[in-house]
């Protein structure tokens, strides 16, 4: 079993930067973000493998965000740059559960409660 808690989540304003971390207790081969606004589907963010670190990125993300972990401190994080309003939503990290791909919300099995990040225009 996995358990993940994210913090980090806030207010900001249009083009500021702000970081969401997620501290993982358990293993799981892939960590991922996703999001969630009011009213639309879960979307995906990002993923990390935690062994190798390979990085992959859903289009909201590229070339904007960046996630990394740090396997000392069983925590991965998510840095956001040049936010926009649309970015605004809740912040969910989660655990793949080894099979499936990685940006589909069915390959992960266990998921943090969120951390809502809201972005002013």
């Known amino acids: 079993q996995v358990q993940l808690v994210e913090s980090g989540g806030g207010l900001v304003q249009a083009g500021d930067s702000l970081g969401v971390s997620c501290v993982v207790s358990g293993y799981s081969s892939y960590i991922g973000w996703f999001r969630q606004a009011p009213g639309k589907e879960r979307e995906f963010v990002a993923a990390?493998?935690?062994?190798?670190?390979?990085?992959w990125y859903g289009d909201p993300a590229k070339g904007r965000f960046t996630i990394a972990r740090d396997m000392g401190k069983k925590t991965v994080y998510l840095q956001m740059h040049r936010l926009k309003p649309e970015d605004t939503g809740v912040y969910y990290c989660?655990?793949?559960?080894?099979?499936?791909?990685?940006?589909?919300?069915?390959?992960?099995?266990?998921w943090g409660q969120g951390t809502q990040v809201t972005v002013g225009q």
């Open positions: 990390i493998s935690w062994n190798e670190g390979g990085t």
């Open positions: 989660a655990a793949h559960r080894g099979s499936g791909s990685i940006d589909r919300i069915g390959s992960y099995d266990y």
